[in-house]
T-cell receptor
Framework: ETGVTQTPRHLVMGMTNKKSLKCEQH?????MYWYKQSAKKPLELMFV???????ENNSVPSRFSPECPNSSHLFLHLHTLQPEDSALYLC??????????????FGPGTRLTVL | KQEVTQIPAALSVPEGENLVLNCSFT??????LQWFRQDPGKGLTSLLL?????REQTSGRLNASLDKSSGRSTLYIAASQPGDSATYLC??????????FGPGTRLSVLP
């Protein structure tokens, strides 16, 4: 596998379910990101991890819980979601070792539908 | 707070045309600017990254320019092809913040 991978690619869940999204990067990067992309809205940054430490949380509801066990893996744990949380969830990584050179590389996304 | 806009929101051109996509940002204090393309329902593919000290970057038929003082970047696509049809997004990295994305320009290149 190369680049940034995400599983599952599609997920349908009920409002009372608990599920997790997984992201893995094979680029040796130090920073990883979760973004939410809703229809007709710009990408919204949700969480940023640098060297496995959360450095930013953009006022995301607690029903989204990130986890970064190491610099290659990032999870987004979901529980008691709402229908408006249906969106494409994108993971990205960047080298993170230079603040000026920080090109982002994205995974293919997980299309989430909350019923 | 940094805001990014992209004009036009949608563009349809015949194959072979040269075209320009525009990106504007409100705060010129940025580290870099990155252009992406996104195919429907897919992730983002990085096209070009321009550092704040650079004026332009080129990759194949793509050329991106950056004018920090006016808060603008353009993406020039030469000899457009149907395979170029996608949504094009720009993102800036402001000082003290993480990346801020524009809403995108949806491009259709007609055969």
């Amino acid at each position: 596998e190369t680049g940034v991978t995400q599983t599952p690619r599609h997920l349908v869940m009920g409002m009372t379910n608990k599920k997790s999204l997984k992201c893995e990067q094979h680029l040796g990067h130090n920073a990883m990101y979760w973004y939410k992309q809703s229809a007709k809205k710009p990408l919204e940054l949700m969480f940023v991890y640098s060297l496995e430490e959360r450095v930013e949380n953009n006022s995301v509801p607690s029903r989204f819980s990130p986890e970064c066990p190491n610099s290659s893996h990032l999870f987004l744990h979901l529980h008691t979601l709402q229908p408006e949380d249906s969106a494409l969830y994108l993971c990205a990584s960047s080298p993170g070792n230079s603040i000026s050179y920080n090109e982002q590389f994205f995974g293919p996304g997980t299309r989430l539908t909350v019923l | 707070k940094q805001e990014v806009t992209q004009i036009p929101a949608a563009l349809s051109v015949p194959e072979g045309e040269n075209l320009v996509l525009n990106c504007s940002f409100t705060d010129s204090a940025i580290y870099n600017l990155q252009w992406f393309r996104q195919d429907p329902g897919k992730g983002l593919t990085s096209l070009l990254l321009i550092q704040s000290s650079q004026r332009e970057q080129t990759s194949g038929r793509l050329n991106a320019s950056l004018d920090k003082s006016s808060g603008r970047s353009t993406l020039y696509i030469a000899a457009s092809q149907p395979g170029d049809s996608a949504t094009y997004l720009c993102a800036v990295r402001p000082r003290g913040q993480n990346f801020v994305f524009g809403p995108g320009t949806r491009l259709s290149v007609l055969p």
